[in-house]
């Protein structure tokens, strides 16, 4: 099993042919209420490329509360972790251009309330082979999860932490300690290491965790570990229509992958695949494929 500690936003998406410039005001030629957060997306990602999945998080007393539960539970998420608090669901304000470049402000409105797993959120992460974090809860919450994941690492399930490091912000190295792989994007690796090279920031990194993937958008993926591996997937050619929740899918596959025993070269062909479908559609959790597609993808590739 997989578990996910993490955020749920409802985005609220607007398509423009270009984003505004400070003080302008322009039409925007469609609108969309989409169920999304860094968490509750990389757990309908992995669901739907074929893990068991428990989600682990909050959701506001508001009219979004429901539905961002519901969207987790019709992707086959487990949702009984899912708590409900006082006050207004976390929201994204996400305004997408022509071409699938997107711009984000996020309210943590109920992940703020979150300060750690419950004890029954401790079962949870103690049965699963993986646990995903990112970066959208406070971090003393997220810190708590991934030393209580550490703590069972070897002794009961071996469960392993994948960490999302966005948005991008120091690492304490109590996190650092307890995490197995980091999936950064480029950016974001060069934000924790100031090196603008992703090769550089790979290498900077595995100074700090065991395993680390840097996101490449349209030129893949690169793998890197402590014991000397380095690979890069090529992306899959496509025609980008909306690059939200394109990371937050590829961490989701991965877990996946790693979960069902794909050493790191299948298990990024198996990502990189999973996230290039998911940028031909619109949306977040929308926009993430299923299993078939996925293998289907994969074996065309290989």
């Known amino acids: 099993m997989i578990s996910v500690f ?6 609220l998406v607007a398509y423009v042919a270009q984003a505004p410039k400070p003080g302008e005001t322009i039409t925007g030629r469609a609108f969309r209420t989409i169920p999304g957060g860094k968490g509750a997306n990389q757990a309908i990602a992995a669901a739907r490329a074929g893990g068991r999945v428990a989600f682990l998080g909050a959701v506001g007393d508001d009219a979004f509360g429901p539905g961002l539960r519901a969207a987790l539970a019709g992707a086959g998420v487990d949702t009984r972790g899912v708590r409900t608090v006082p006050g207004p669901s976390g929201v994204a304000h996400i305004v997408v251009q022509d071409g699938g470049d997107n711009s984000i402000i996020v309210v943590p409105g109920a992940n703020g309330a979150l300060t750690g797993p419950s004890a029954e959120d401790a079962e949870t992460i103690g049965r699963s ?37 966005a948005p991008a912000v120091p690492l304490p ?18 934000v924790l ?3 603008d090279d ?59 992958a790693r979960t069902e025993g794909l050493g790191p070269e299948g298990a990024l062909r198996f990502a990189s695949a999973a996230a290039a479908l998911s940028v031909r559609r619109e949306g977040a959790s929308t926009s993430m494929p299923h299993r078939p597609e996925i293998d289907r993808l994969v074996r065309d590739r290989t």
Do not use: K, W
Not at 174 to 183: F, H, K, P, Q, T
Not at 219 to 234: F, I, Q, T
């Open 198 to 256: 992703p090769r550089d920031a790979l290498e900077a990194l595995l100074d700090l965790v065991p395993e680390v993937v840097v996101t490449l958008g349209a030129r893949g993926a690169m793998y890197g570990s402590r014991d000397g591996v380095r690979l890069h997937e090529p992306a899959v050619p496509v025609r980008a229509v909306d690059t939200t929740a394109a990371g937050d899918t590829f961490a989701g596959a991965l877990a996946v």
């Open 193 to 195: 290491t100031g090196r």
């Open 129 to 165: 082979r993986a646990l995903l974090l990112q970066l959208e809860l406070p971090m003393e919450a997220v810190v708590a999860a991934a030393c209580l994941a550490g703590a069972v690492t070897g002794a009961v399930t071996g469960t392993e932490v994948i960490l999302t490091p």
């Open 6 to 11: 993490g955020s749920a936003n409802m985005d």
């Open 173 to 190: 190295a109590e996190l650092l300690d307890a995490v197995g792989v980091i999936v950064p994007n480029e950016h974001e690796a060069a």
